[in-house]
């Protein structure tokens, strides 16, 4: 199963996506220290709710989709109205970054099939000034979405996957983690 946030990555450069997905593969089958830190991790972000005007918020929500292939926590599953939808708490200014809005769109389908109720919405919100962005999902961008997905996933199982994730190789580099490292 894939974690939501590194197929999201796709959207930012299809090869940070790749490298995401083979160092988790190489971390959770060699790095036995990687998954105590993964299960201290868990015990840190203990898994809370609260009522805020309103609003029931559950903190660290763990979701996933079978169908989707897909796995991910929400900072907030907030539940209003007995509407459920996702939020994601972003560091700085409001931006519409593609590989945040998947992120978002992500969570919304996951969530949806996780809960077995409709999910057409999410937000992202940011700490400074704190607003949020509402993002929205029909029925016909969950169709789309839903078979990039399969094509991507069935794309990371090559044997020629460097090729199929090609580099950038443009400003998005300079901000990269993976800028000392992307040879291939
Ligand atoms: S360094 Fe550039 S090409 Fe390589 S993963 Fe990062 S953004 Fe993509």
């Keep these: 199963m ?16 790749l490298y995401y997905v083979l160092r988790e593969d190489y971390h959770a089958h ?3 220290d990687y998954i105590r830190g993964i299960i201290e991790h868990d015990k840190i972000n203990v898994r809370g709710d609260r009522y805020k005007f309103g609003v029931h918020q559950i903190k660290q929500f763990e ?17 209003k109205n007995g509407e459920c939808y996702p939020v ?12 945040i809005i998947i992120q978002i769109k992500l ?3 996951v969530l949806e099939d996780f809960l077995n109720i409709p999910v057409n919405k999410g937000y992202a919100s940011f700490s400074a000034p704190h607003e949020r ?18 094509r991507i996933q ?7 996957r460097f090729m199929l994730f090609p580099r950038v190789n443009d400003h998005r580099c300079d901000k990269c983690s993976f800028h000392k490292n992307c040879y291939y």
Excluded: V
């Design 2 to 17: 894939f974690s939501i946030y590194h197929m999201s990555e796709y959207w930012y450069c299809p090869r940070a996506c």
């Design 30 to 32: 060699e790095n036995k």
């Design 63 to 79: 979701i996933y989709s079978d169908h989707l292939n897909l796995a991910g926590k929400l900072d907030i599953l907030e539940i």
């Design 88 to 99: 994601e708490l972003k560091k700085g200014s409001q931006r519409k970054a593609p590989q």
């Design 107 to 109: 969570q919304i389908m």
């Design 133 to 150: 962005l509402l993002i929205t999902l029909d029925e016909d961008e969950k169709r789309e979405l839903r078979q990039k997905l399969i």
């Design 154 to 160: 069935i794309n990371l199982e090559q044997n020629d």
